[in-house]
């Protein structure tokens, strides 16, 4: 399987911080990236795929980029809704994902 | 607009099964499939498998192999899966969800809400 590792696990911000997540691939996957952000309680929510390609109904504040082994989310400018964990998840071979990214005030 | 309605709650002993249901309604387009994804409490999150709309394709991760099940019934657009010989760290949020494209099965854009599956003795 292909490992995903996230960083950083966990970050604190404020509101209208830019804040960048990393998620890095074992093995190379081309731009087959996607990033989920999930609130407490709530499904997972898609908000970028192809690591790139906003979902819609997602703000532009969201970003992603990369691609290989080296992916980037970020957020321009943090809005209260935004605190959640995100993750991403590769689908170039059988899906997996990152262990999260906690993002909290 | 697509939504995915899952079956609630249970509760079960270490060794059975548990099959929870997942209902899709409004705008269903078939080709799509549907993914299973669970969550341990507290952790990430974990892919199952994946279930083309008319059955005819399947995915498992190799972990649930041998143990899963997963099904759909077209005539009433329902999604079924059941994994057998639980044990305790099977307890977890299983959620069902829709694949975005044809290309692109196993990008979930639609949820279900979440069954919540306890395994104790």
């Known amino acids: 399987d292909i490992q995903l590792t996230q960083s950083p696990s966990s970050l604190s911000a404020s509101v209208g911080d830019r804040v960048t997540i990393t998620c890095r691939a074992s093995?190379?996957?081309?731009?087959?990236l996607n990033w989920y952000q999930q609130k407490p309680g709530e499904a997972p929510a898609l908000l970028i795929y192809s690591s790139s390609s906003l979902s819609s109904g997602v703000p532009p504040r969201f970003s992603g980029s990369g691609s290989g082994t080296g992916f980037t989310l970020t957020i321009s400018s943090l809005q209260p809704e935004d605190f959640a964990t995100y993750y991403c998840q590769q689908t170039f071979s059988t899906p997996t994902f990152g262990p999260g990214t906690r993002v909290d005030i | 607009q697509v939504h995915l309605v899952q079956s609630g709650a249970d509760v079960k002993k270490p060794g059975a099964s548990v099959k929870v249901s997942c209902k899709a309604s409004g705008h269903t387009s078939p080709a799509f499939g549907i993914s299973w994804v669970r969550q341990a409490p507290g952790q990430g999150l974990e892919w199952m498998g994946w279930?083309?709309?008319?059955?005819?394709?399947?995915n498992f991760a190799q972990k649930f192999q041998g143990r899963l099940t997963m099904t759909i019934d077209t005539s009433t657009t329902t999604a079924y899966m059941e994994l057998r010989s639980l044990r305790s760290d099977d307890t977890a949020v299983y959620y069902c969800?829709?694949?975005?494209?044809?290309?692109?099965?196993?990008?979930?854009?639609?949820w279900g809400q979440g069954t919540t599956v306890s395994v104790s003795s």
């Open positions: 279930i083309g709309t008319y059955s005819d394709k399947i």
């Open positions: 093995h190379s996957i081309n731009v087959f």
């Open positions: 969800a829709r694949g975005r494209a044809v290309a692109e099965r196993y990008t979930m854009d639609v």
